[in-house]
């Protein structure tokens, strides 16, 4: 079945960075788009970031751009995120997400807490 | 960027009632509209994709309609597992993906 299994979220300093994985299997990774979602803590869900099958095109919100950096290796099953210069309204359960035209897969996410 | 507002905010509905969450886009996006259902300490599971195809595995007491700027989501007889919050989003313009504030379903 379709797993997706992020890690690498922690507690980390305003102005830190970080790193997030998401390894899965259950799919063909190479032939699907692939995106990061993120919740802050006892709110709503917030599209971060999408990265297309090959890695070639890319999308981030705005509240991200300039900070974040989606990547993805197909011969790896992984797709990551770098983040860095991060803030305290960037704390939020990260979730890697499946993309087919909606997002239909979801992991269990990751939690990344910023404070000092 | 296209703003989706959810309501209610709250949804109180006892078991056995039918339960019936609202969604507008601000502007059209046509169909492509899905519903996510979140569980307490649990990831979103999609519900319904193509504003009223039942995704897989999903029961079928669930049902979504509408189409343009108005959405709704039906539970046509709630069950005690179906407490949750759920969320609308858009897919027909991106990016950004845009996601409503979520309608929290309570069991009376």
């Known amino acids: 079945q379709v797993q997706l299994v992020e890690s690498g979220g922690g507690l980390v300093k305003p102005g830190g960075s970080l790193r997030l994985s998401c390894v899965v299997s259950?799919?063909?990774?190479?032939?699907?788009?692939m995106t990061w979602i993120r919740q802050a803590p006892g709110k709503g869900l917030e599209w971060v970031s999408y990265?297309?099958?090959?890695?070639?095109?890319?999308y981030y919100a705005d509240s991200v751009k300039g900070r974040f950096t989606i990547s993805r290796d197909n011969d790896k099953n992984s797709l990551y995120l770098q983040m860095k210069s991060l803030r305290a309204d960037d704390t939020a359960m990260y979730y890697c997400?499946?993309?087919?035209?909606?997002?239909?897969?979801w992991g269990q996410g990751t939690l990344v807490t910023v404070s000092s | 960027e296209i703003v989706m507002t959810q309501s209610p905010a709250t949804l109180s509905v006892s078991p056995g009632e039918r339960a019936t969450l609202s969604c507008r886009a601000s502007?059209?996006?046509?169909?492509?509209l899905a519903w996510f259902q979140q569980k307490p300490g649990q990831s979103p599971r999609l519900l319904i994709y193509?504003?009223?195809s039942r995704a897989t595995g999903i029961p079928a007491r669930f049902s979504g309609s509408g189409s343009g700027t108005e959405f709704t989501l039906t539970i046509s007889s709630l069950q005690s597992e179906d407490l949750a919050v759920y969320y609308c989003?858009?897919?027909?313009?991106?990016?950004?993906?845009?996601f409503g504030q979520g309608t929290k379903v309570e069991i009376k």
């Open positions: 193509g504003a009223s």
């Open positions: 502007q059209s996006v046509r169909s492509n």
């Open positions: 997400v499946r993309e087919i035209g909606v997002f239909d897969n």
């Open positions: 989003q858009q897919y027909n313009n991106w990016p950004p993906w845009t």
């Open positions: 990265i297309s099958s090959s890695g070639g095109l890319v």
């Open positions: 259950g799919f063909t990774f190479s032939d699907y788009y």
